[in-house]
Structure formats: structure tokens, C-alpha cells
């Protein structure tokens, strides 16, 4: 049995333009360099430049909706790409929009936010890495959950002191 790492690119099956729209977080996973980087600052900017995001009773259905399509769309673009490949960015999406759920929005507060979930993201504290070590497209997307509900409680905890 053949695993995409094995494949040669012409036996890979084609993740479709959707899943590769989706997956790729508006195509932010096609960036030369720091993808998760450049999908975590494009979804702080979705969320700073569409004020409807901020509220949080429209934010929290629209990152569960992009959690279940965006699993789907990871799937099928690991599928093509081996495992967690660079390309899928919807994770950082979900994970940062989570980072912002009840967070008032000023510039500091996101800013804050994407520094935190970028430094957890990238350290995948417990649970985050197990999931992270696992193939999948919910795999590649729970660990960015966990990123992204960390830092909402980080940040709900220092403001409330500050």
C-alpha cells in the first residue's frame, strides 16, 4: 500500500478547487513562506475588518461551520499533500477566530491574540501535540482548537487583571 509520501504527484488524487480554497484558508497556504504565519494574519484581519465577526454570537457558528468544512477540506488536501502539509492553513482561521471569541477588539487585544496563539501553535502544549502527530484533516485542525482556546483563556485572564 502506498501512502501519499510515496506517491509520485500524477498518482495523488486532485482535492478539488473548493477543498483547496477552503483548505488553504482563502489561499494564504500558497504564501512562499510562513503560511501559518500568513493565514493567522489574515484571519486577525477578517476579524478586524468585518465587524459583524466581532460579534461573538456570529463569530462562534462561523468557526464551527469552518471547523466542519475546513476538517473535510484538510482531509483531501493531506490526501494530495502528505501529512499536515504547509498548505492547509483553515486551521489557523479557526484557531485564531476562536483566540478573539469575547475578546473586545481593539488592534492591541488581536494583536496580543495572534502573538499568543502563533507561540502556542507553534509549541502545541498538551493536548495539541497528540493531535498534531496524528494524520488526518481533524487532526490538523484540533490542534489549532486547542492553540486558539488557549490563548481565549490567556487572554480573558490578563484582561481581567490589567
Known amino acids: 500500500m502506498t501512502t501519499p509520501q510515496n506517491e509520485t504527484p500524477a498518482e495523488r488524487p486532485s ?29 486577525a484581519a477578517f476579524f478586524l475588518l468585518l465587524p ?59 494583536g496580543l491574540a495572534f502573538v499568543i496563539f502563533r507561540v502556542l501553535d507553534i509549541l502545541k502544549p498538551y493536548p495539541a501535540g497528540v493531535f498534531d502527530r496524528r494524520s488526518g484533516g481533524w487532526n490538523i485542525m484540533l490542534d489549532d482548537v486547542i492553540a486558539g482556546v488557549y490563548t481565549n483563556i490567556i487572554l480573558q485572564i490578563a484582561l481581567r487583571w490589567t
Not at 482535492?15 to 512562499?32: D, E, H, K, Q
Not at 499536515?84 to 475578546?103: H, R
Open 52 to 110: 459583524d465577526f466581532q460579534n461573538p454570537f456570529i463569530l462562534l457558528p462561523a468557526t464551527v461551520l469552518l471547523f466542519v468544512v475546513g476538517g473535510i477540506a484538510a482531509g483531501r488536501l493531506e490526501a494530495e499533500h502528505g501529512q499536515d502539509p504547509a498548505v492547509v492553513t483553515v486551521d489557523e482561521f479557526v484557531g485564531m477566530w476562536l483566540s478573539l471569541w469575547f475578546i473586545e477588539p481593539t488592534v492591541m487585544n488581536i
Open 15 to 43: 482535492a478539488g478547487m473548493l477543498a483547496r480554497i477552503v483548505g488553504s484558508g482563502l489561499f494564504t497556504g500558497y504564501a512562499p513562506f510562513a503560511t501559518g504565519t500568513v493565514g493567522s494574519a489574515a484571519a
